[in-house]
């Protein structure tokens, strides 16, 4: 199994004068420990899981790439990217410009989107799901176009470009890896099975269930199931006693029901004792799974 770190929470101890360096400590300290990923939040207003919606909420393409150039060997994303935030065609930029500037490090993460409140705050378009869905298969076929090169027009039910060019290309070839978020059997898991190079599961006994539609998709689809990496996330709050046991059990059940790659979210973000204990005992005991 393979070890990420995921930040949704940008209150850091110093506050906003220091986030940037607070933030960037704990990516070195990821880089240099042995994680296989660093993922950010990508939300415009911060989540109930963390907090009320007032509390910061950083941009999440502009901290992977200040993010990018503080790190070497991290593989960088969102967890995940609402497909109604931005443009695809510019999403497709975006994500082709942080993968040139890391050297080859950057990954899509996408789904179809939730928060109307965030949205409708900032005046984004929240079109009904049903709709975001439609825009998502588009997304996921601008994308996978734009980074082959071609630039013959796409005429779609919601977008049209005329010239989808893509200048510089992606360094990651055949291209930037593409992590669909969500478990809805009959839409998001079927398009993993099209267009997915991962999905992401909530770590729920519901996984083998889930996996076993995704199987079934690949199927219909011709795709090699094999070739979809399956990833979750996992919620660590330290404590005050920085217990591993549970961590290491809730990873081996993980694997157990198929999970090849967990995000670990760290309760206490900006303190890099939890992120030395992961690398000292946690990312060795799962390593074999």
């Not at 360096?21 to 911060?46: I, K, N, P, R």
């Not at 660590?236 to 591993?244: I, K």
Request: aromatic letters at 8%; glycine letters at 10%; one cysteine or more.
């Amino acid at each position: 199994m393979r070890i990420g770190l995921s930040i949704g929470d940008f209150t850091s101890p110093g506050g906003p004068a220091c986030l940037g360096q607070e933030l960037g400590q704990v990516a070195v300290a990821a880089d240099q420990l042995g994680f296989d990923s660093l993922s950010v939040m990508d939300h415009f207003f911060q989540i109930p899981l963390i907090g009320p919606p007032e509390r910061e909420m950083l941009e999440g393409y502009t901290t992977l790439a200040y993010l990018a150039g503080q790190t070497r060997r991290l593989k960088l994303g969102t967890m995940v990217t609402g497909v109604h935030y931005r443009h695809p065609g510019i999403l497709a930029k975006i994500v082709t410009t942080l993968d040139v500037l890391s050297g080859g490090r950057a990954w899509l993460g996408i789904g179809a989107g939730w928060n109307a409140d965030e949205s409708h705050g900032l005046g984004v378009p929240f079109p009904p799901l049903k709709e975001r869905f439609e825009r998502l298969e588009e997304t996921l076929q601008i994308c996978l176009q734009m980074w082959t090169g071609a630039e013959q027009p796409f005429r779609g039910q919601h977008y049209t470009l005329e010239r989808p060019l893509n200048s510089p290309q992606s360094l990651s070839r055949p291209h930037p890896r593409i992590l669909i978020g969500g478990a809805g059997e009959q839409k998001t898991l079927r398009l993993v099975a099209r267009y997915g190079d991962a999905c992401n599961l909530f770590p729920t006994p519901e996984i083998p269930r889930k996996l076993d539609v995704l199987r079934a998709h690949c199927d219909a689809a011709g795709r090699d199931y094999a070739s979809i990496e399956k990833t979750s996330m996992y919620m660590w709050d330290p404590g005050d006693d920085y217990d591993v046991a549970p961590v290491i059990q809730a990873l081996r059940w993980l694997a157990s029901m198929g999970i090849q790659h967990t995000f670990i979210a760290v309760a206490t973000p900006y303190a890099l004792k939890p992120l030395e204990l992961i690398a000292e005992r946690i990312i060795p005991a799962v390593a074999d799974l």
